[in-house]
């Protein structure tokens, strides 16, 4: 393939990956409480219209990013392993909240701990709930691996499970 | 005016174990023998007219008095006394038997609005007590949750089956010797 045509696709990728950042369609995974938090973050205030993902879409089939918002017992992980499984590729996971990132408090016969042990997770926010900057914070993470994937034409390595601090 | 517990008594005096008010809670012990009958008393008798099953539950006595009472409120530093027109002294009369589990129904009668408790000893070899369903239609979900979490049949009941655990979960998980940590996942690995 001639130079310049090389030069044509990868700036072509990159900008298909532009457009995808800013046009995320999320599909709301809400269980519990985290999910006030997330409206909150939905809502005019914090407005996640300015990043270009405002459409949330409740059919997994139409979804680019799954946002799992609030605890997920052992009796939902089916449903939610499931709707991840209906997701058209390209497709991320959003953690949101401890109880998504590792089970948070919960230490109990009904929680999953964590949905990375059953989902690839690619962006962790973690809060119980987390403030709607992190959220916009963990989005924008977001948009730079769908850049970065774009790019370099390899998805980015998942986002390291967040320990538990040693007090 | 005679109290709840004295209509219950005089009706039913081979069937109340014993019983106990608090500030207007009144609480009857049944055997479990007679709690199909009093319950089809103090819901048809017209003084009583109890048509509103409120809550049916159970408690796991086994891990009772045998380890510390969790202190929620001394670790606040909040310090935490009754004010001077309550006697200070423990209302609660202790486990009603010496029975593993107890199952707990409240009544509330919304013609009179009054309410009564009936707790039903049941021990661990045989938990199994009659079903209300065919005399309030509302206790079929409660005794399937307590089917679920305590592991106590009903007998009668026309669908018991879990209703907040799913199918392939084994043991019932608020007897006090399921173990916290004992992980069942439907998928994924146990951790
Ligand atoms: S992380 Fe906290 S706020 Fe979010 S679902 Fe869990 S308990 Fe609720």
């Known amino acids: ?167 | 005016m005679t109290t709840l517990i004295e209509r219950v008594a005089s009706r039913f005096p081979d069937a109340v174990a014993s019983s106990h008010a608090w500030r207007g809670d009144e609480t009857v012990v049944l055997r479990r023998e007679g709690l199909i009958e009093a319950a089809r008393f103090v819901k048809e008798d017209p003084d009583l007219a109890m048509n509103f099953l409120m809550d049916l539950s159970a408690v796991d006595y086994s891990a009772f008095g045998k380890g510390p009472a969790p202190a929620f409120f001394s670790s606040s530093g909040v310090a935490v006394r009754p004010t001077p027109n309550i006697p200070d002294e423990d209302p609660w009369p202790g486990p009603p038997s010496s029975e593993r589990f107890a199952v707990v129904y409240h009544f509330f009668s919304t013609t009179h609005k009054h309410r009564l408790r009936f707790v039903v000893p049941v021990g661990e070899d045989e938990p199994e007590v009659d079903s209300l369903v065919t005399l309030w239609p509302g206790a079929n979900w409660l005794e399937r949750e307590v089917w679920d979490l305590f592991g106590i049949r009903f007998k009668g009941h026309p669908d018991l089956r879990r209703i907040l655990m799913y199918e392939e979960f084994e043991g019932h998980p608020l007897r006090k010797d399921y173990p916290v940590n004992k992980r069942q996942p439907l998928i994924g690995p146990v951790n």
């Not at chain 1, 993902?53 to 449903?79: C, E, N, W, Y």
């Not at chain 1, 059953?118 to 992190?134: A, K, N, Q, S, T």
């Open chain 1, 1 to 167: 393939m001639p130079e310049h045509a090389s030069f044509l696709t990868s700036r072509l990728n990159e900008a298909l990956g532009w457009a995808r950042k800013y046009s995320i369609f999320q599909y709301p995974f809400v269980t519990a409480c985290c999910g006030m938090e997330y409206m909150a973050t939905a809502c005019s205030h914090y407005d996640v219209d300015r990043f270009g993902a405002g459409f949330p879409r409740f059919s997994p089939r139409q979804a680019d990013v799954l946002f799992v918002v609030g605890t997920i017992s052992h009796k939902m992980a089916p449903v939610l392993k499931r709707i991840h499984d209906q997701m058209a590729e390209p497709k991320w996971v959003v953690a949101f909240g401890v109880c998504t990132c590792t089970g948070g408090f919960y230490d109990n016969y009904a929680t999953v701990m964590g949905i990375d042990t059953i989902l690839p997770v690619d962006v962790y926010i973690p809060g119980c709930p987390p403030r709607p900057e992190m959220v916009l914070d963990g989005l924008m993470k977001l948009q730079d691996k769908i850049h970065e994937e774009h790019r370099t034409g390899e998805r980015p390595a998942p986002e390291e499970r967040p320990e538990t601090l040693d007090a």
